[in-house]
C-alpha cells in the first residue's frame, strides 16, 4: 500500500488515475481507517488531499459559502455566520460522531463514503448544494443530490475528486433543520432522518421548500410532493401531517437489525414534521 | 465453620471513601491489562472462526499456511487430548471445536506467527471443508420436536419424555397448594415473556501470553477473574500437573462474570508448545462477540394470583432458558431467584435449559436471576395496576423477611428486603410528579451471593508497613476494602497496608471472582489473618516484657498489658514489634485458609422514570434509584459503583442490547454499534441508597454487593415504559420498533 500527500489537485487527480488497484482518498479518515482496520477495504494507493492548499477553508462566494473538502466538521460549527444560515446543514455535519471524530470528520467525506445514513447528506440535499469536482477534464459542478449512488457508491468517476461544497446565500426569511433518529442519544447510525429547509414571504407563508430524507432508501430522497404540499402555506399542524404522510409515501427502506420497514417509514414522516416545525422557527414564520 | 458471629462495633477505617490503589496506573494508562505483556521471541496467535451456525468439519488443509513465511504452529482440535470431566470437556470444544461447529464465530483453528499481519494473512490460507447442516438458533424453534438437534446424547434423565433432545436439563422448586392458592385469588394474571440474549460488554477483549518450555512448565499471564480456575482447567485441557502451570492474572478491563471461564488460554498454550516460543493471543471486537459468554435468551410464562387487598395467594413460573450450543444450568439459578423475594403460601418455578446453535453462555452478573424477576416482577406491577394498588404497598405486604421460608427452600435470617422498600418509600423519589408519556417503574431484586474458597497471607513487614496477598482479580475495587479491613483490625492506617493479587503458585486455591464474594470472603479471610497476626505479634510483646502472652492483648495498633495484674508497660506498637521481629523469632505473618459460608442474601428496590415519546417509541430514562442492602458498606465509593454500574447494565439490557441472529444462523451485530449498550448521555445521574443491615455471618455485617444491582433495572424499566405507555410490555429489549409497535397494536384494537 502506497500513501500520497500531493500539494495538488492534478498532482492527486494524477496519481489516482495512475494506479491500477483499489485508491481511497483520505480526508479525515474516519470511515476509511476504521474499514481498513476491519478488512473492508484494502486500498493499494490512499492519497490524501489535507495537504492540497485551501482545501481546509471555508471562504465566502456570491453572498454563500464554499467549504473546502478537508474542512473538519468542528470549524463548521465554529463559523458563526455559516451557523446562522445553515443552521440545519451544521447541526447535522456536528452529529457525526464525538468531539474527536468531529476534529477530523469532513462534510465530503461523509457524501462521498457513500452510506445511505450519512448524516450531513439529507441537510446538503435540503440546501441544494453543489459539489465542485476536479477530474481528468477539468471541473465541474454537481447537485450533491446526485452524487450518491447507492450504498457504498457514488457517481464519481475514477480519479475524480470533490474539492468544495457550496451553499448558497441566505434570503432574510429563511430556515432549515435535520433530525435523525437513533436508538441511543449518541454515537450510533441513523435509523431514519430528515432535513427540511424553507424559505417564507413576508406574511410567514412559505414560498419555497426543500424535503430530503435519510436513511429510508439506497440514497437520499428528495421529497418533492412534502415540498409542494408545504409550498404556499405558513406550515399549519395539518399541512404538516400530509407533508409527513406524503414522505412515508416515498420511503423505500430496508428491514433490518436497526429498525424495520414499517418503523423506518413511520418515522422519516415524524421527523419531517417536526424537522419542519424547527425550520419553520428558524426563518420567523409561526409553528 | 467459618461462620463469624457479627458484633457491634465502631468503625475507623472501614466506610471511609478512600483514593483507590490502582487509580493512578489506570488513568496515567500504565496499568498492565491482559493484551500488554510480551516476551523476547514471542509469537502472534490468531483463531479461524466458523462462518456457519452448524457444520460437520470434513478435512481441514493447513498445508498452504504453514508454508508461508513467519508461521510457526497450526493447531486444531485435532490437537487436544481426552479429558474426563464433562464441563472441562465442554469448555475445551468451545475453545476449539472437534468435529462439528456449534455456532458462528466457533474456532476451528488456530495458529501462531512472527507478527500480526502474517497470522491473518495466514488464517486465509487454511482450507476447512465444511458440510452445512440445518442450524436452530431460538430457543422455541429448537424445543420443536423436529429441530435440528445441536449436540446429541446430552439430555439428562430430569428431562421429562417427549421434548425435543435439544432440551437437556429441567429443575423445579417450590411449597406448598398451588391450586388452592389460585382459588383464593381475586384476579390471576398469567403471561408470557421473552427477553433477547445480551453481552457483559467489557471494555477489555480477552488477551493471553502462554510460555510452555522444553521441560514441560508453562506460564500464563491472562486477563480473567480467577487465575486458579484458568489453572485448574488449563492444566486438565493440556495434561499437566498444577504445580507446572503458574497463572498470573492482569489487570482486569471488566469482566461482570464473562471471564470466569476460557476462551482462548488452551489454545495459547498448545501454540506455544508446538512452536516452542511464548504466543500471544488477542481477541478482536467482534471475536467478543461472537464466540465468548452473552447471557442466555430465555421465554418465561409467569401466573400469579392476588387477593383484592393485594396479598399473592399463589405463583407459578415457566422458565426456559438457552445457554447455546452446550448443557448450561443458569435456569437453576433463575428458577430459585425467581420468587426469593416473596413470602409465599403456595410456589412454584420449573426450569428448562435449550441448547440452540449460539456460544456458550457465560456468567453474567446474578446469572439467571434478571430475566427471571423481571417477569415476575412485570406480573406483580399488573396485579397492582388491575387493583389500583401502589406497587411498593403490595411488595411490603408480601416481602421475605426473616424467618420466610423461601420459595428455593431455605428459611431466611436477618434480611434487608423490608427495610429497602422502606426507604424507597420514604425517598422524594416515589412521591415526584410526573408529566405527560411519564411513568414511573418498581422493581425488587435478589441475589444468593456466595463465599467459598479463599486464602489470604498478611505480612507485618520489618519497617512496620503490611503487605495482604490475596488471590481474586479485583474487578470492583477489592484491593482497597481488602486493605481497609485488614487496617481496621490491625488499628494502623490505610495507607500503611497494600493489597496485591497474586499469581497461583504464591498462595493456596481461591475460588474465582464471582458471586460477589470477594469483599465478603477474602475480607473475612483478611480479618482472620490479621488476627493471627496479632496473635503473634502479642507473643512477641509478651516476651520482650516477660510477661505471659495472654496477659497482652491488641488494641488501637498495639500490644498492652491485658490489666492491672499483668504489670505496667507502655503500649508497644506494630511498628516497635515489627522492627524488633528478628531479635525475638523472626518474620511476622499471619494467615488463613477458608471454604466460607454465611454470605447473606442481598437485596435491593429500584424506582426508574421514563419518557416514551409516542411518535417513535423512544425511551428516555429521566430519574433512577438504587435502594440497596450492602450490610456494612466497607468502601462506599465502590459500594455506589457496583449499585450505579448494575443499574446502568440493567437498564441497557431492558432498552436495547440483544444478539440479533439471521435466518442463516450468523450474528449480526458483532460490535458496539449495532449492539448498543447504554452511552453516558443515554443514562441520568444513578442516585445510589446504600443500606446496612449487617450480615450476621461475617465478623463487620459486609454482604456482597457486586450482582443484586443488576436484577431490577429489567423490570423496573418495562413497568415503566408500561405505565409511560398504557400498554404492557412483555418483550425485551424494548427498542423503538418494538415499543412503536406495542403503542399502535393496542391503539389500533382500542379503537376496535
Ligand atoms: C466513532 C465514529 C462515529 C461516527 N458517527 C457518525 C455519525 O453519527 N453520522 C455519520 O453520518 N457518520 C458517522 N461516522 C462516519 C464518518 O465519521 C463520517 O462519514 C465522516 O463524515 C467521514 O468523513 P472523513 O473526512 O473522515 O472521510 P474519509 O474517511 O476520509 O473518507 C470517506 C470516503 O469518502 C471518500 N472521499 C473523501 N474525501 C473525498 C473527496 N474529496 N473526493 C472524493 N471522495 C472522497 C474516501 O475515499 C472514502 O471512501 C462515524 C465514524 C466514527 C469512527
Known amino acids: 500500500m502506497r500513501y500520497l500527500a500531493p500539494r495538488t489537485a492534478d498532482d492527486a487527480v494524477a496519481a489516482l488515475l495512475a494506479e491500477k488497484g483499489p485508491t481511497r482518498i483520505l480526508a479525515g479518515g474516519t470511515d476509511v481507517l476504521v474499514q481498513m482496520r476491519s478488512g473492508a477495504v484494502e486500498p493499494d494507493l490512499i492519497v490524501d488531499i489535507k495537504r492540497i492548499p485551501g482545501l481546509d477553508r471555508i471562504t465566502r462566494e456570491d453572498g454563500g459559502w464554499r467549504i473546502g473538502a478537508a474542512v473538519p466538521n468542528a470549524a463548521l460549527g465554529e463559523d458563526r455566520d455559516l451557523r446562522a444560515s445553515w443552521a440545519g446543514v451544521v447541526e447535522a455535519a456536528n452529529l457525526i460522531g464525538s468531539t474527536q471524530v468531529q476534529g477530523r470528520a469532513t462534510m465530503v467525506g461523509n457524501l462521498c463514503n457513500g452510506s445511505p445514513a450519512a448524516d450531513s447528506v439529507p441537510a446538503l440535499v435540503a440546501a441544494e448544494a453543489v459539489a465542485r469536482i476536479h477530474g481528468p477534464d477539468g471541473t465541474r459542478d454537481c447537485p450533491v443530490a446526485e452524487i450518491p449512488a447507492g450504498p457504498g457508491k457514488t457517481t464519481l468517476k475514477k480519479g475524480e475528486i470533490v474539492t468544495s461544497l457550496f451553499l448558497p446565500a441566505r434570503p432574510r426569511r429563511s430556515g432549515d433543520a435535520y433530525l435523525r433518529f437513533i436508538p441511543r442519544t449518541e454515537m450510533d447510525i441513523a435509523v431514519a432522518s430528515a432535513a427540511v429547509s424553507v424559505e417564507l414571504d413576508a406574511h410567514g407563508r412559505i414560498v419555497r421548500a426543500r424535503v430530503a430524507l435519510g436513511a429510508v432508501a439506497p440514497t437520499v430522497l428528495v421529497a418533492e410532493e412534502a415540498a409542494a404540499i408545504l409550498t404556499g402555506t405558513q406550515g399549519e399542524d395539518d399541512v404538516l401531517e400530509r407533508m409527513a404522510e406524503a414522505c412515508r409515501a416515498i420511503c423505500r427502506p430496508i428491514d433490518d437489525k436497526r429498525g424495520t420497514v414499517e418503523f423506518r417509514r413511520s418515522v422519516a414522516g415524524t421527523l419531517a414534521k417536526r424537522a419542519a416545525r424547527i425550520a419553520l422557527q428558524r426563518a420567523g414564520g409561526q409553528s | 465453620m467459618s461462620f463469624d458471629e457479627y458484633h ?446 479463599t486464602c489470604v497471607t498478611l505480612n507485618i513487614n520489618p519497617d512496620g508497613t503490611v503487605s495482604v496477598t490475596e488471590g481474586n482479580p479485583d474487578i470492583g475495587g477489592s484491593r482497597a476494602s481488602i486493605s481497609l479491613m485488614a487496617a481496621e483490625e490491625l488499628g494502623i492506617p490505610y495507607d500503611r497496608v497494600r493489597t496485591i493479587v497474586a499469581d497461583t503458585a504464591s498462595l493456596g486455591y481461591n475460588d474465582v471472582t464471582d458471586g460477589s464474594r470477594v469483599t465478603f470472603a477474602v475480607g473475612l479471610a483478611t480479618i482472620k489473618a490479621a488476627r493471627a497476626a496479632i496473635r503473634v505479634m502479642c507473643e512477641r510483646a509478651a516476651r520482650i516484657w516477660g510477661i505471659d502472652p495472654e496477659a497482652v492483648e491488641w488494641k488501637d495498633g498495639a500490644a498492652v498489658p491485658a490489666g492491672p495484674n499483668a504489670g505496667k508497660f507502655p503500649p508497644m506498637t506494630l511498628a516497635e514489634i515489627a522492627a524488633n521481629s528478628f531479635r525475638t523469632g523472626g518474620p511476622i505473618a499471619g494467615h488463613h485458609e477458608v471454604n466460607a459460608d454465611g454470605a447473606g442474601v442481598s437485596f435491593g428496590v429500584h424506582i426508574c422514570d421514563v419518557e416514551v415519546d409516542p411518535e417513535t417509541g423512544a425511551t428516555r430514562v429521566l430519574r433512577y434509584t438504587v435502594f440497596q442492602d450492602a450490610g456494612k458498606a466497607v468502601h462506599p465509593d465502590y459500594v455506589e459503583g457496583q449499585m450505579q454500574g448494575g443499574a446502568a447494565q440493567g437498564i441497557g439490557w431492558a432498552l436495547n442490547e440483544e444478539y440479533i441472529y439471521g435466518a442463516d444462523g450468523r450474528l449480526q451485530n458483532p460490535g458496539f454499534l449495532d449492539y448498543r449498550v447504554p452511552v453516558a448521555s443515554d443514562l441520568p445521574p444513578i442516585e445510589p441508597v446504600i443500606l446496612e443491615i449487617p450480615n450476621p455471618g461475617h465478623p463487620y455485617g459486609v454482604r456482597g454487593v457486586g450482582e443484586t444491582g443488576i436484577v431490577p433495572p429489567l423490570a423496573a424499566v418495562s413497568n415503566a415504559v408500561s405505565r409511560a405507555t398504557g400498554v404492557r410490555m412483555t418483550e425485551l429489549p424494548l427498542s423503538p420498533p418494538r415499543v412503536l409497535a406495542a403503542i399502535r397494536r393496542s391503539r389500533a384494537t382500542d379503537g376496535a
Not at chain 2, 87 to 106: E, F, P, T
Not at chain 2, 292 to 314: C, E, F, W, Y
Open chain 2, 8 to 453: 457491634r462495633r465502631e468503625f475507623r477505617q472501614v466506610g471511609r471513601r478512600v483514593p483507590r490503589p490502582d487509580g493512578v496506573d489506570k488513568v496515567t494508562g500504565r496499568a498492565l491489562y491482559g493484551a500488554d505483556m510480551t516476551a523476547p521471541g514471542m509469537l502472534w496467535g490468531a483463531i479461524l472462526r466458523s462462518p456457519h451456525a452448524h457444520a460437520r468439519i470434513r478435512s481441514i488443509d493447513v498445508s498452504e499456511a504453514l508454508k508461508l513465511d513467519g508461521v510457526k504452529a497450526i493447531v486444531t482440535g485435532a490437537d487436544f487430548g481426552e479429558v474426563e470431566d464433562e464441563s472441562i470437556r465442554d469448555i475445551r470444544d468451545n475453545c476449539m471445536a472437534r468435529d462439528k461447529v456449534l455456532y458462528d464465530g466457533h474456532a476451528v483453528a488456530a495458529l501462531a506467527a512472527s507478527d500480526p499481519r502474517v497470522a491473518r494473512k495466514a488464517l486465509k490460507l487454511i482450507r476447512v471443508e465444511y458440510e452445512v447442516l440445518p442450524h436452530v438458533t431460538e430457543l422455541e424453534d429448537a424445543m420443536k420436536p423436529d429441530a435440528p438437534v445441536v449436540q446429541e446424547g446430552r439430555v439428562q434423565e430430569t428431562v421429562p419424555p417427549g421434548m425435543s433432545a435439544n432440551v437437556t436439563s429441567y429443575c423445579e422448586f417450590g411449597h406448598g397448594d398451588l391450586e388452592a392458592g389460585f382459588a383464593a385469588a381475586d384476579h390471576i394474571v398469567e403471561r408470557e415473556f421473552r427477553t433477547a440474549a445480551t453481552h457483559q460488554g467489557y471494555i477489555e477483549p480477552h488477551a493471553c501470553l502462554a510460555a510452555v518450555t522444553a521441560d514441560g512448565k508453562a506460564d500464563l499471564w491472562c486477563c480473567t477473574q480467577g487465575q486458579y480456575m484458568v489453572r485448574s482447567v488449563c492444566a486438565a485441557i493440556m495434561g499437566m500437573e498444577a504445580s507446572q502451570l503458574r497463572v498470573t492474572a492482569s489487570e482486569i478491563g471488566g469482566g461482570f462474570g464473562g471471564k470466569t471461564t476460557v476462551f482462548i488460554e488452551p489454545v495459547a498454550l498448545m501454540l506455544s508448545k508446538k512452536a516452542g516460543r511464548p504466543v500471544k493471543i488477542v481477541m478482536s471486537r467482534e471475536e467478543v462477540f461472537r464466540a465468548t459468554g452473552p447471557t442466555v435468551h430465555s421465554r418465561s410464562r409467569i401466573r400469579i394470583g392476588m387477593t383484592r387487598d393485594g396479598r399473592i395467594t399463589a405463583a407459578e413460573a415457566r422458565l426456559y432458558y438457552s445457554g447455546g450450543a452446550f448443557p448450561c444450568g443458569t435456569v437453576e439459578m433463575g428458577a430459585q431467584a425467581a420468587f426469593a423475594c416473596y413470602d409465599l403460601q403456595a410456589v412454584r418455578s420449573q426450569g428448562w435449559n435449550v441448547l440452540t446453535n449460539r456460544p456458550k453462555e457465560a456468567a453474567y452478573r446474578a446469572p439467571g436471576a434478571p430475566v427471571a424477576i423481571y417477569a415476575v416482577e412485570s406480573v406483580v406491577d399488573e396485579l397492582c395496576q388491575h387493583f389500583g394498588l401502589d406497587p411498593l404497598e403490595v411488595r411490603l405486604k408480601n416481602a421475605a423477611r426473616k424467618g420466610t421460608k423461601s420459595s428455593y427452600g431455605p428459611t431466611f435470617p436477618d434480611i434487608g428486603l423490608v427495610a429497602t422498600l422502606e426507604a424507597a418509600k420514604a425517598h422524594p423519589h416515589y412521591a415526584a410528579p410526573l408529566g405527560p408519556n411519564q411513568g414511573r417503574g418498581i422493581s425488587c431484586g435478589f441475589w444468593f451471593n456466595f463465599g467459598g474458597n
